[in-house]
């Protein structure tokens, strides 16, 4: 996603740009991905407004690309079960309305007019209300992004890994790949994703970035006629095209453990979908249609990286968490960057920072701070039991 948009961004400025994809595009992280607008839970105030400006790039994209549907609107409910997620909920309502975006606490009552597919569980006692939302199809965007930018010159090589790379006076000279394809470029940009650091290894730069499995299910139609995006305590929901439903849970990736472990996959979707069934007695006769291990590339402090890689002069990096919702404005970013104009918005974000902080790093966004305590607590808890 992060690598079709800046391919776009860059052939529309007129660059002449070449695309190495592993595999098929959008069949990576991008599919495997909740894929929803995450603003409400990004910080600190630079990736919030980061955030903000890509929700609004997402709409500059879908009148740039008439017919070619993506982005789906879609009010987020969230409530909690807890002392410590009511703590944190509340907070972030407090932030959220401080920094003027739309948040708000509603009864019960009203967050059944609005979503009425959703059974509360009886400790929902208030429900914090985000308006601004939307869910997204990652690999249609994809798609569309490299089919414009094809349109303008591009050429996408897929199926086809770097392999290798030759460097010479601290810069990338050509790039090897597993078709044997040769190539040389002014500038390389590093979008790969979890594998984005593995890319910079070949050419010895460093990139410090975690590597995160998640799990992602999709049901088979159902009639729940979801139209909100819920939060529970444990559990994320949202719609999906054709009347089915995408579950999400940090607590259960945590059982993932160091791999993917696919005998254990069957179990943790349908562990997803029963308590699914919880909220959404409309799921009853809904079965696993997919389920999906992603790996998550996520920076020890949980910003996006973006910018040029000390160690080797012409590559430039391009990896974030919640990939799918930013790709759109740090591809455009990067673009102009790459074509001779800093954008101010990306200076947080320099790989410097982390290079420079070695392994004390805080973990300063939100999303990110919340899916390591639900992922290591969870991880506790099973120790505990065992």
């Known amino acids: 996603m992060v690598g079709a948009a800046t391919a776009c961004a860059l052939a529309e400025a007129g660059a002449e740009v070449e695309v190495l994809e592993a595999a098929a595009v959008g069949g990576g992280t991008s599919a495997a991905t909740f ?4 603003s409400r839970v990004k910080t600190p105030r630079a990736l919030f407004d980061l955030s903000v400006a890509s929700a609004s790039e997402h709409g500059a994209l879908e009148r740039a690309l008439p017919g070619v549907v993506w982005r789906h609107r879609a009010a987020s409910l969230e409530w909690a079960h807890v002392d410590g997620d009511h703590s944190r909920i509340r907070e972030r309502v407090r932030r959220l309305q401080a920094w003027a975006f739309p948040a708000e606490w509603i009864s019960p009552e009203r967050a059944r007019a609005l979503e009425p597919a959703l059974e509360l569980p009886g400790e929902a006692k208030e429900i914090a209300l985000y308006r601004d939302g939307a869910w997204y199809e990652a690999r249609v965007l994809a798609r569309a992004l490299l089919e414009r930018a094809c349109a303008r010159g591009a050429r996408v090589y897929e199926d ?3 392999t290798a790379t030759t460097t010479s006076g601290g810069r990338i000279v050509e790039v090897r790949t597993a078709a044997g394809r040769r190539i040389d ?14 890319v910079a290894a070949l050419a010895g730069a460093t990139l410090p970035l975690r590597r995160l499995l998640g799990l992602v299910v999709t049901t088979s139609p159902a009639p729940t006629r979801l139209r909100t995006i819920l939060a529970a305590a444990d559990l994320n929901v949202r719609p999906e095209v054709g009347e089915r439903v995408v579950l999400h849970s940090w607590r259960v990736d945590a059982d993932l453990g160091g791999g993917p472990q ?21 799921l009853a006769g809904a ?27 012409n590559l430039y990096v391009v990896v974030a968490h919640s990939g799918v919702h930013l ?31 070695g392994d004390g790093v805080d973990v300063e966004d939100e999303s990110v701070r919340t899916m390591l305590a639900q992922t290591s607590g969870a991880s506790q808890e099973r120790s505990r039991a065992g």
């Open 262 to 282: 696919w005998s254990r996959v069957a179990t943790l979707a349908s562990r997803l979908l029963d308590r699914a069934r919880a909220l959404l007695p409309g």
């Open 287 to 313: 079965h696993v249609e997919s389920a999906r291990v992603g790996v998550r590339p996520v920076p020890p402090d949980g910003l996006p990286i973006v910018g040029f890689l000390p160690e080797v002069r």
């Open 160 to 162: 086809d890994r770097v």
């Open 185 to 198: 470029a002014d500038v390389i940009v590093d979008c790969a994703g979890p594998h984005a650091a593995k």
């Open 35 to 38: 894929a929803v607008d995450v």
């Open 327 to 357: 790709a759109p404005l740090l591809g455009r970013l990067a673009a102009e960057e790459l074509r001779g104009r800093a954008p101010a918005r990306l200076e947080p974000f320099r790989p410097a920072r982390l290079l420079a902080a």
